[in-house]
Structure formats: structure tokens, C-alpha cells
């Protein structure tokens, strides 16, 4: 007589065959394509297991070992108390840009909420050890797109992935970060603040059961995420073999436009960008060159800059003008701008307390975006 399949919700089961220890996802999809739902799996008899190509005699015992209903239970409830919600697969909100994709994630823990697919997103993606120009330059390009309500995906990583995040909060939009490790857990440490300030203001998502750690493998497994809930990648720095290229790959295979910031020639966080854009790719050089790429409409939200932008008198415009992302001393400014050092300076005061110009390191200064 054939078990009744009540002991256990829809979305218990499949909490519970996507948290089986030692099975991770290219498992659960050839298990789930012999049995079609994780319900027969959970009573399956051993030899019908066993007639499952993929799993060994140890994947066998792990799942009939984790066949403990209260557990489950008791486990899944803990979810809600800890505001994450499980998606699977078959969830009505399951993200329908993952569906198609090669690989598709059978289940997602979410903090905050997921991407809205009816609005534009892009995925700023790069070096983790990053220039502070190819930072300032992630930051700068993510603020302005939130500005015009364009939702930024990353990695949650250090680097160019950590200045995304900032650059979208900084301009009020939403941030989006693909982990590689449990939504319970912040890795790097040091991105505490933008992980915090994700979850309410966007989402903190991953494939990975709560608790997972972030092991090594699992940052190139989530990189499909990233490029499949963007609708454009963005490259700002990546040596020659960076792991960012793995990213971009699964990009071009989903059909994604890929771009780049050009670099300096000779500079080794530049070689990646220039090689992409070499081949192809998009070459970014503002803002507008990915709203462009979008279809989102620039006149239609010019106003929040116009409103935001400084008028500054003309001695101010001045040096403000001269100055861009990378460092500038006092003595270039002088030579730019024809003024004498102690003047320079008096004006570069005035524009670091209208927090415009920030001083990198000693008396050299950068614009601020």
C-alpha cells in the first residue's frame, strides 16, 4: 500500500531534498528527473534509489538517514522566525530569468525580497583586490544607475562587488547580492554595513542552506545567478585570469550583453577589460552608454541631477572641474589651472566640507562622486 504523501508540506519536501548533506544541485536535478517530485524520493524504497545512475551507496544512506519528519519540520519553521523565505522551483515566485538557465538553482533563500524582472538590473562585477580608481569607478557607475532605477546585482565580494553594493545604496536604489555561502552568513566580515542595508533596501539571496559556509567552489557556482537575473554585466577591473571571466562566460551563454571599462595599457587589473572589449564587448564610458544599452529613458529622470548638482562659483567650478578619479596633487592642480598653490588650496578646502573632493592620500585629491 502506497504511503500517504500528507506528513510533510510541498515546500517541506523540497526543503528537505535540497538540505540532503553531500547532494548538491546537479544530484538533486538527476534524482528529481528520475522520480519528477521530491515526495516519491522521500519514500522510496533503497533498491529504487539505487537504480538512480548518480548516487553511490553513501548518497543512499544520507537520504534515507535524513528522513527524520520532526526535524524537518522543526528546521524549516526556524526559516520564517528568522524573516528568510524558501523558494523552490515550483514556488509561483520563483524567479522565471532562472528557469531556463543552464543549472537552474532548485531552491533560493531570500532576505529582503528578490529583483523585480520588470525592471532593468545590471550585474557590476570584478576585481576583488581593486585599484582605488576602478572602486571609485564601480561606486560612482552603480549610484548613478540606481538613481535611474536600475537594480544592481554583485557578488557580496570585496572589491569591485563591494563598491556596486555601496554605489546603489548610495543613490537610493536597490542592491542585490548572490552569495556563496547561507543568507545567515556575511562574508566577507568588513561588508556588514551593505549586507545590513541590502536586505532592506533589496535582497540578500543563495542557493545554499543556511549555515553553509563560503567555501572556495561555491563563488563560481553562484556567478550563474548573478549574470542570469541581469539584464547587462558590467566588467570594471579583472587581471587576465580572473575569476570574473567565469561570470562573463555564463553571461554570453544566457544571451547577455557584456561590457567593460577600458583601462590603462601596461596596468595588470586592466588586462581583462581591454581583452573583453577587444573581443567585443561594450566599452563603458558613462552612464548613459548602459542606459543606452537598457532602453531606460535619461530625459525621463534628468531631474533628480538637476536638483542634486552644486552650482559653484567660478573659482570653485574651476578646480573642481580639474580634478577627476585619479589622485591629483596640489601642485598639478596649480599647473591645470593657472592659480597659485595657496589658492588652490583654500579651494580645495572649501570643496571637501561641501563633501565634492576628498583627499586620497596626503595632498593629492580625488572629485568625489
Not at 50 to 59: A, P, R, T
Not at 273 to 288: D, F, P, Q, Y
Not at 289 to 315: A, H, M, T, Y
Not at 333 to 354: C, F, H, P, W
Amino acid at each position: 500500500m502506497q504511503k500517504s504523501y500528507s506528513m510533510l508540506t510541498k515546500d517541506e519536501y523540497w526543503y528537505w531534498i535540497t538540505n540532503i548533506q553531500g547532494i548538491e544541485n546537479k544530484k538533486t536535478a538527476h534524482i528529481i528527473s528520475m522520480f519528477k517530485m521530491p515526495e516519491k524520493v522521500f519514500y522510496a524504497g533503497r533498491c529504487d534509489l539505487e537504480k538512480v545512475s548518480k548516487l553511490n551507496d553513501k548518497d543512499i544512506d544520507c537520504i534515507i538517514k535524513s528522513r527524520e519528519i520532526s526535524r524537518i519540520k522543526e528546521d524549516f519553521s526556524k526559516l520564517a522566525a528568522k524573516d528568510i523565505r524558501f523558494i523552490h522551483i515550483e514556488s509561483e515566485d520563483y524567479p522565471e530569468k532562472l528557469k531556463n538557465i543552464y543549472d537552474p538553482p532548485y531552491s533560493l533563500y531570500v532576505r529582503g525580497k528578490l529583483p523585480d524582472e520588470k525592471k532593468p538590473s545590471a550585474a557590476v562585477i570584478g576585481a576583488r583586490i581593486c585599484s582605488n580608481y576602478g572602486y571609485t569607478v564601480a561606486e560612482k557607475l552603480s549610484k548613478e544607475l540606481s538613481m535611474y532605477g536600475v537594480q544592481i546585482i554583485s557578488g557580496m565580494a570585496r572589491g569591485i562587488d563591494g563598491a556596486a553594493h555601496k554605489g546603489a545604496l548610495m543613490g537610493s536604489g536597490e542592491s542585490f547580492g548572490i552569495l556563496g555561502s547561507g543568507v545567515d552568513i556575511c562574508y566577507p566580515k568588513e561588508n556588514i554595513e551593505i549586507f545590513t542595508k541590502s536586505i532592506e533596501n533589496g535582497g540578500i539571496i543563495s542557493e545554499y542552506p543556511v549555515g553553509s559556509k563560503a567555501l572556495p567552489y561555491r563563488f563560481p557556482q553562484r556567478n550563474r545567478i548573478i549574470s542570469a537575473f541581469a539584464d547587462i554585466v558590467i566588467v570594471v577591473e579583472a587581471k587576465e585570469k580572473s575569476g570574473t571571466f567565469i561570470t562573463v562566460e555564463t553571461a554570453l551563454d544566457q544571451g547577455k550583453e557584456v561590457f567593460a571599462v577600458p583601462g590603462r595599457i601596461g596596468d595588470s587589473l586592466s588586462i581583462g577589460c581591454n581583452r573583453l572589449i577587444k573581443s567585443g564587448a561594450g566599452i563603458v564610458t558613462c552612464v548613459k552608454d548602459i542606459l543606452d544599452e537598457l532602453g531606460v529613458d535619461c530625459k525621463k529622470n534628468d531631474e533628480i541631477f538637476r536638483k542634486n548638482k552644486n552650482v559653484l562659483e567660478k573659482d570653485l567650478q574651476v578646480v573642481y572641474s580639474c580634478l577627476d578619479l585619479l589622485p591629483k596633487s596640489i601642485d598639478m592642480i596649480s599647473d591645470e589651472t593657472g592659480y597659485e598653490n595657496a589658492k588652490v588650496v583654500k579651494l580645495i578646502v572649501r570643496l571637501q566640507l561641501m563633501n565634492l573632493v576628498t583627499e586620497y592620500t596626503k595632498n593629492y585629491y580625488i572629485k568625489n562622486i
